[in-house]
């Protein structure tokens, strides 16, 4: 059975950082693409970034291109979302998620090519 803890979500003022934190169990995590979706009060749930299997491919959303990194360390299955000059808008719950296939040649970014899902960790902007 696949497990995806997420941490690391609170409160913080614009322009602020937070670095959140996923945790793979149950499937050879350094085989799966990983990635970041998040999604606000009254809003559907929207990718954010991704990254490959062996970590030398990201992609991002471009509302967060340039604020938000996205990395990886296959020997903790743990990956990271460090997300900069934070903005009201980028409040939401994120949630972690495991691709659907392993080794991927291409990185995905709809919901449906990911298959495990984490519980989510609450981010809040204040303006």
């Known amino acids: 059975q696949v497990q995806l803890v997420e941490s690391g979500g609170g409160l913080v003022q614009a322009g602020g950082s937070l670095r959140l934190s996923c945790v793979a169990s149950?499937?050879?995590?350094?085989?799966?693409?990983m990635a970041w979706f998040r999604q606000a009060p009254g809003k559907e749930r929207e990718f954010v970034t991704a990254?490959?299997?062996?970590?030398?491919?990201?992609y991002y959303a471009d509302s967060v291109k340039g604020r938000f990194t996205i990395s990886r360390d296959n020997a903790k299955n743990t990956v990271y979302l460090q997300m900069n000059s934070l903005r009201p808008e980028d409040t939401a719950v994120y949630s972690c998620?495991?691709?659907?296939?392993?080794?991927?040649?291409?990185?995905?970014?709809?919901?449906?090519?990911?298959?495990?899902w984490g519980q989510g960790t609450q981010v809040t902007v204040s303006s």
């Open positions: 998620a495991v691709d659907r296939y392993p080794r991927r040649s291409y990185i995905a970014s709809p919901e449906y090519e990911y298959d495990y």
């Open positions: 990254i490959n299997w062996n970590g030398r491919s990201t």
């Open positions: 149950g499937r050879t995590f350094s085989s799966y693409a």
